[in-house]
């Protein structure tokens, strides 16, 4: 791995280290360019036996299988599995709402948030999500995978497509640096668009609050599934947007539009929760019913443990070479 | 409401600071950026019912208790469930008792009587309302009287009860002198009545001017009317119609009428009814099955021994009002009914003496005596109840023993002598013969009072045919006469000379103004009137007022209570009382029934007999009287235990700890829910 010349504050090598003894893996055979480490579709050369095909004239007499020919008194050719490299499309939503948590939330009269032993917590959900995609990036990229990465807001913000690169991990990381919170989510017609802008199968990371419609989550997810991707979210929420603790009138001003609520949090809590509930069971219900790799992730855990738990699971479902 | 510290109320506006404070906590809030608004959103506008219920009844009840807290500190006063006049403390507070012997009714034996509820539910209103000054009013005559302590009014003699009925409009126009003349300031008139048509009439004409007095006065005067209600427990009245001695010696016997009157129709009874005289009793079941029943001409043997002049009474079982079951009476050998007829000419004054001397009842003595003019002072006028004077208008010795006459009571009907043109000059009570009017065709009397005098219905109620008489000439009159039968175009056959005369013994002030002279416009003779032929009229008429001359000369008497009745007993000897003391009855004689022997005679005092007929005045007869007035009417009733007035802050201190109690448990949070992916890090942890 050619080393980042630039120091970025969403890497920690220490964290890199440990998560890079966990390769990241696809749920589903990759279609690759070059040999890599993830399933194909396609017959290879790799050591893993896939299964017997009849010999037909022009194939190659090192592959045919001389015990079987003994056996049977037929030719057959052993076919092995190909490995192949992996696609890692990350989709960050860099919508307003993205930017809530850290410094810039009051942290008076918010209770039971979780805290972190590195004092992470407060951290603003698109650092967290900026830790999730860097990381997540370097890994594929220290393993040969092609890494791209798309910003989605009130549309397509910006969009980098797949390479093996080193140079191009660099251009990712700037992305992810210069990447501003701002407008309306639109992440579903994002979603819609790049599954019909990414040609090939791929690993889509998506990185959001989803705070959109589950119905129309759901048809993106689908679409992204029906192009044979491998779709894996990272739901990004806040422990003031759970625990809703303010006591006094509060003027609550919508970070993805102008509208403003003035309410008293004591009278509306209850409600609140009750609306966020309901909220994160459809969700849980639409994931489960499309196979979504989700995992719902507080900004106060440590993001190498999110991680962690995200490789582990996904190693483990694959099982480990 | 009213408030004994209204200057309190100026703290009302503290009513507004809950909302102050809340609009201070409103301009306090935070401002915080929020991502997940579509939950805020979706939280608002399920809650914003509700809620806003919820903001409002709590911003209520806080404005509510402090509200209850001024009102507590400003004292307020409950009147009653309709007392809503404002005002605070009166400056004199004037109290107007009802004491007619309708207040004494019940409701039910235990109970208090009208009067002294009204009483003690008064005075206790007073002590609390601390008013500056307190006054008694229940005699016309004597004006308010000041009462130093309001506690006490219950035990004040002059407020015990009375047999007389209570002139609410006179008590009302002596109440309005008293403050025009006192110079007051803010007064409470404090009416106890039970609305008896009688005591009120309401029907008078000077209502009007005592309500527009009232509203002229400078100073603010409001009126409490304290109305009790008739009483549900039935009563029955018992009354003496003619208590007549008959007979002599051991033949002597009492016989007496007794009537019965209840106030409604109800199923058949029969009361008993128990005649004492002289220390011996016996009764008399009489049966009752209408409002009224009469035991008519019950003959009492007195025999030789008794003496003639005696007094008794008549009682019934006790019932809702104590002070209608006994009736007094007194009896004594009546007098003899004895006429004086003047004439010019004898044999013209023939008929008028033969309409005279015909006694109305069986064994009574009556004579009539024609006399020349001239001879009066010769006649044994001293015990003669009427003088018939048909002659010119007496003059000289003769005008002086008449008006002696007229003077010490005794009745004079004047006839036009048969040429009044040639002492023209002359009057009598103020009045004087004009000259003859022929009427041809000859008239009828189109107008007659009924209700009293000469004229009056009998007390069976029938009419006497005044308008079958006819005149075919009178003789018009001269000077200021109260017409009693009235021909048309308004001359009048039957006139009284409009002023008395007629004075009290010395230093004892007039009686009544009550005329003793009447003046009869036509004569009995064929070619004037049909009096003689239509004998009725005339022999009513003359007998009537031989009763009425009979009174100064019977040593017996049957009064009315009430002024009448006490300034005939303060006129003569100390009078004594010779029946029993009645229990809270006002103590000054004349005022509660009774017998009184006043020198030789006995003055028998009862209740009128308007009093038995319980008739109530409409209350929006009663708001019609007062309109423009400040009238609060509370409702009373017989042994009512509650207070008219009474201090309620302790209510509104139990409304502050009500209000803040449920403003207390409209902002408890809600019961926490069951934890959930929502409800906080490490649920959500778990749920993940």
Not at chain 2, 378 to 407: I, K, M, N
Not at chain 2, 501 to 523: C, D, H, I, K, Y
Not at chain 2, 619 to 634: N, P, S, W
Request: glycine letters at 8%.
């Amino acid at each position: 791995m050619i080393p980042d010349r630039q120091p970025r504050a969403f890497l920690d090598p220490q964290a890199l280290a440990r998560l890079a003894a966990v390769p990241l893996v696809a749920r589903k055979p990759m279609v690759g360019g070059v040999s890599g480490r993830h399933a194909s579709p396609h017959r290879g050369s790799s050591v893993e036996f896939a299964e017997y095909r009849k010999y037909v004239p022009g194939d190659d007499l090192r592959r045919l299988d001389w015990r079987a020919f003994g056996r049977s008194d037929r030719f057959y050719v052993k076919e092995y599995e190909a490995d192949t490299n992996l696609r890692l499309c990350l989709v960050l939503d860099t919508s307003g709402s993205m930017g809530f948590g850290g410094a810039a939330q009051p942290a008076a009269g918010v209770r039971g948030a979780g805290t972190r032993a590195d004092g992470a917590a407060g951290m603003r959900r698109i650092d967290y999500a900026r830790r999730i995609c860097g990381t997540l990036g370097y890994l594929a990229a220290a393993q040969g995978d092609a890494v791209g990465i798309s910003c989605a807001a009130d549309g397509l913000v910006r969009s980098l497509p797949p390479r093996r690169s080193p140079a191009h991990l660099r251009l990712v990381f700037d992305v992810l640096d210069e990447a501003v919170p701002t407008g309306e989510t639109r992440l579903p017609e994002v979603l819609h668009e790049l599954a019909e802008t990414i040609r090939q199968r791929a690993l889509v990371v998506i990185v959001s609050d989803l705070f959109v419609e589950p119905a129309a989550l759901e048809s993106a997810f689908g679409h992204l599934r029906f192009r044979r991707h491998d779709v894996a979210v990272f739901h990004l929420l806040d422990p003031q947007e759970m625990a809703f603790a303010f006591h006094r009138p509060t003027r609550f001003l919508d970070m993805e539009g102008s509208a403003a609520i003035f309410a008293d949090p004591v009278e509306i809590a209850d409600r609140y929760r009750r609306a966020l509930d309901d909220y994160l069971a459809g969700l849980r219900r639409l994931v489960l019913e499309s196979g979504i790799d989700y995992h719902r992730v507080l900004t106060s855990e440590p993001v190498e443990q999110v991680l962690a738990r995200f490789l582990v699971g996904r190693a483990a479902a694959r099982g480990l070479r | 409401m009213t408030f004994l510290q209204p200057w309190m109320l100026v703290a009302l506006p503290l009513v507004s600071l809950p909302i102050v404070i809340h609009l201070i906590n409103q301009r306090r809030f935070q401002t915080v950026p929020w991502a997940a608004m579509r939950f805020l959103l979706s939280a608002r506008a399920l809650s914003r019912g509700y809620s806003r219920l919820r903001h409002w009844l709590v911003m209520a009840l806080r404005m509510l208790a402090v509200a209850a807290v001024v009102f507590a500190v400003g004292r307020p006063l409950s009147r009653g469930w309709l007392a809503l006049a404002a005002g605070g403390r009166p400056d004199t507070a004037l109290v107007i008792l009802d004491r007619s012997p309708s207040m004494a009714e019940r409701d039910g034996a235990a109970s208090d009587t009208k009067l002294a509820t009204g009483r003690r539910q008064v005075a206790e209103a007073l002590v609390t309302l601390g008013a500056t000054r307190t006054l008694l009013l229940v005699d016309p005559d004597r004006g308010p009287v000041e009462v130093a302590d309001p506690g006490a009014l219950e035990s004040l003699p002059a407020a015990g009860a009375s047999a007389a009925p209570a002139d609410m409009p006179r008590l009302l126009e002596a109440a309005h002198d008293y403050l025009r003349s006192s110079g007051a300031g803010t007064t409470e008139i404090w009416i106890c009545s039970d609305q008896r048509s009688n005591d009120w009439a309401i029907d008078a004409p000077a209502w009007g001017g005592i309500r527009d007095a009232f509203a002229r006065l400078p100073q603010p005067v409001r009126f409490q009317l304290v109305a009790f209600e008739a009483a549900a427990a039935a009563n029955v009245a018992v009354r003496v119609n003619a208590a007549v001695l008959e007979g002599r010696g051991d033949e002597r016997r009492l016989s007496i009428t007794v009537a019965l009157a209840r106030d409604a129709a109800a199923g058949p009874v029969t009361v008993p009814v128990t005649i004492e005289i002289g220390g011996a009793s016996s009764t008399v079941d009489v049966p009752l099955s209408e409002r009224e029943a009469v035991l008519a001409n019950h003959a009492i043997p007195l025999g030789a021994a008794t003496e003639p002049r005696g007094w008794g009474r008549v009682s019934i079982p006790a019932d809702a009002n104590a002070a209608d079951n006994d009736f007094f009476f007194v009896f004594d050998e009546a007098p003899p009914r004895r006429t004086l007829v003047v004439a010019e000419e004898a044999a013209a004054a023939r008929s008028l003496a033969l309409a005279a001397e015909i006694p109305p009842e069986r064994g009574l003595a009556a004579t009539a005596t024609i006399v020349a003019p001239g001879a009066l002072e010769t006649s044994g006028l001293e015990d003669a109840a009427l003088v018939l004077w048909q002659a010119p208008l007496p003059d000289g010795s003769d005008r002086a023993a008449l008006e002696a006459h007229v003077a010490r009571g005794g009745q004079v009907i004047l006839l036009p002598p048969s040429r009044p043109e040639e002492t023209s000059d002359r009057t009598f009570a103020g009045v004087g013969w004009t000259a003859w009017r022929e009427h041809d065709p000859p008239v009828a009397p189109v107008t007659w009072r009924t209700d009293r005098d000469l004229l009056a219905n009998t007390r069976s109620g029938a009419a006497l045919p005044v308008g079958g008489l006819v005149a075919r000439r009178t003789c018009g009159l001269a000077g200021d006469v109260v017409t009693l039968a009235g021909l048309p175009g308004g001359h009048p056959l039957l006139a009284r000379a409009a002023t008395s005369e007629v004075e009290g013994a010395a230093g004892a002030g007039p009686v009544r103004p009550v005329s003793n002279v009447a003046f009869l416009t036509t004569t009995a003779a064929p070619k004037d009137s049909t009096l003689a032929a239509e004998g009725v009229v005339l022999y009513c008429l003359l007998q009537r007022a031989i009763e009425r001359g009979l009174l100064p000369l019977s040593n017996v008497r049957l009064v009315e209570a009430g002024g009448e009745a006490a300034a005939i007993l303060r006129a003569g000897a100390t009078p004594r009382r010779l029946s029993p003391p009645v229990a809270g009855a006002v103590t000054e004689p004349g005022w509660t029934a009774g017998v009184y022997a006043l020198g030789d005679r006995l003055v028998a005092v009862n209740r009128p007999q308007a009093e038995d007929a319980a008739t109530l005045v409409d209350d929006a007869r009663i708001d019609e009287a007062f309109a423009g007035l400040a009238l609060t009417r509370i409702e009373g009733q017989a042994g009512g235990t509650g207070r008219l007035v009474q201090e309620i802050w302790r209510g509104f201190l139990v409304a502050v700890i009500l209000a803040l109690v449920g403003e207390g448990l409209l902002c408890l949070p809600s019961p926490p829910r069951p934890q959930t992916a929502a409800g906080g890090p490490r649920a959500f942890e778990a749920a993940a």
